[in-house]
């Protein structure tokens, strides 16, 4: 071997274990989605360089500089002791090769720590819900129930407000949502009015109960899935010692507050009461007493939560977010998904049925961007070991709702024994198809003339409107891939949207993210968020909540997965660009 050879392959050698620890969109986004994939749950690494050495390095882990000083002492002990050229060149090569790894560790490390400290910082500061506590309400007598606002499969939603609530003053203002004022619409009807939601502003779930028995117990057990966003004060403190065994298994301890996510604030049985429109809307389930005919039970379980003006199916058919709202939108679906996947729960029936909507009291309907919040637990699937794996034994085992945003890993399993369904990316594929609503487009898998995601394939897929965002455009194609091992988790899907709507400066550089430019943004960042408060940038609340979500959930390995996956965008939109 020459000497100019000996001086290539060494210095190549050092460039390539150099570029390990690098931003680079080939192998290490390939390997973050390989370790990605496998992780589910909040996140327990600690701070420590990450090892780009073979395994036979070991003992100089925990010392890069040194082992680099003494390649580098080695090349002039040989100079003098009449090693050969060859040697020396190799030996002076790789040295300054892993010295330069130790300078990207020490930043790597720092970057992290930054990271660890932001993130203290903000999850001291947990989303609290805006709405005061009560300490009654646990009787159905305590309620005024008002219309029908929902039906589903499986229960029944009306307007309510608490007896024992303190009387609304007659100059006060709608806390919920301010409807646009149009003076050349005074005439269309609407479907729900500022006086409804003062008068009205909680919702009461009465479930359809069908073969749980009438005792309370038996009732909370059967239906113990509808608990899982409950509030610490929302079962009576008798029954907080029942066992929610549930049909998945014994549920973990229920989910804390998060913005994007449903909160019931109370639970309780009560006999099933003949409300309006029961006898025209649902007869079948309603008890004999009531109609001869029905096959329900006496009792039932009743959830109270908070009203929500909208779904999301009600408000895309009166309006078509613009491409910022419309971001906002998905990346708060993205929050809460990521939520309820670090807490071991997976929704498993997401759908715009199921998504509920609201805007600040400062806004105007239709302007600025709606709260996005989550509703639904009946087919979540909520187990102790959060490892949202399910045995999938036989046929009989419910895999959630909604056939047609079932994702393909999901839908294509076949039952026996030994076979598991990993839910951990499930709910963020539903996410992606449902964004093709909210930026104005059909659903692709809802049926007739839609796609089966049980065998559709990734260039099947039809384009969205030029009006979305390019970076936007990447998360929800990379959000549809078939394999789940290539799909990023709801959690790096929400960082690349977040670095694409505020993250720009630090993004701005074509080829490669330097860690200690992403760790002075992130600085920044929080210094803004903490300075705004809970406005945002633009004085929208919704935007300061997703900031400090982000800001609270950070982690260093998922944000360089994000960042990898929007360096790839750019390069194969370049490519092409000059392909054309």
Known sequence: MSVKHAISRGL?????????????????????????????GPSGRTVRPQAFLPSRYR??????????????????????????????????????????????????RKSAATCQEIQAVFRK????????????????????????IGKGSNAAVYEAAAKFAPPKTSDSKCSLVQ???????????????????????????????????????????????????????????????????????VLPKTLSAHPNVIRVFRAFTADVPLLPGAQEEYPDVLPARLNPDGLGNNRTLFLVMKNYPYTLRQYLKESTPGRRQGSLMMLQLLEGVDHLCRQGVAHRDLKSDNILLEFDSGQKMFNGCPRVVITDFGCCLAQGDSSLQLPYTTR??????????MAPEVITAVPGCGVVIDYSKADAWAVGAIAYEIFGEHNP??????????????????????????????????????????????RVAANMLHLSLWGRKALAKQDSV????????????????????????????????????????????DLQTAVGFLLYGREQRQACILST
């Open 59 to 108: 003992y100089y882990r925990t010392s890069l500089k040194g082992l680099a000083a003494q390649l580098q002492s080695a090349v002039f002990r040989r100079r003098f002791t009449g090693g050969s050229p060859r040697n020396r060149a190799v030996f002076l090569a790789f040295g300054l090769g892993v010295g330069l790894i130790e300078q990207q560790l020490e930043e790597d």
């Open 445 to 490: 898998f809802y049926r007739p003339v839609g796609l089966e995601s049980r065998r559709y394939q990734e260039k099947q897929l039809p384009p969205l409107p030029s009006s979305v965002p390019a970076d936007v455009q990447l998360v929800i194609r990379l959000l549809l891939r078939r394999n789940p091992n290539q799909r990023p988790s709801a």
């Open 125 to 148: 500061k947990r989303f609290q819900s805006p709405r005061q506590p009560f300490t009654s309400g646990y009787k159905l007598e305590d309620y005024i129930i008002g219309k029908q």
């Open 12 to 40: 190549e050698l050092g460039r390539s274990v150099l570029q390990l620890g690098l931003f680079k969109s080939g192998g290490r986004v390939v390997a973050k989605l390989r370790a990605d994939c496998f992780r589910v």
């Open 396 to 405: 009989w085992v419910c895999r959630g709702g909604n056939g047609s945003l």
């Open 179 to 249: 409807l646009k004022e149009d003076e050349e619409e005074v005439e269309k009807p609407r479907s729900l009015t500022c006086c409804s939601l003062r008068n009205f502003p909680l919702a009461v779930k009465m479930m359809w109960n069908m073969g749980a028995g009438s005792s309370s117990e038996a009732i909370f057990e059967s239906m113990s899935q509808e608990l899982v966003p409950a509030g610490p004060l929302a079962l009576k403190q008798e029954n907080e010692q029942i066992t929610l065994d549930g049909h998945f298994g």
């Open 514 to 557: 330097s860690m200690k430019k992403l760790a002075d943004w992130l600085l920044c960042q929080s210094a803004v968020v903490l300075l705004k408060g809970c406005r945002g940038p633009s004085g929208n609340r919704v935007e300061a909540e997703l900031q400090r979500s982000f800001l609270s959930n950070l982690d260093m390995e």
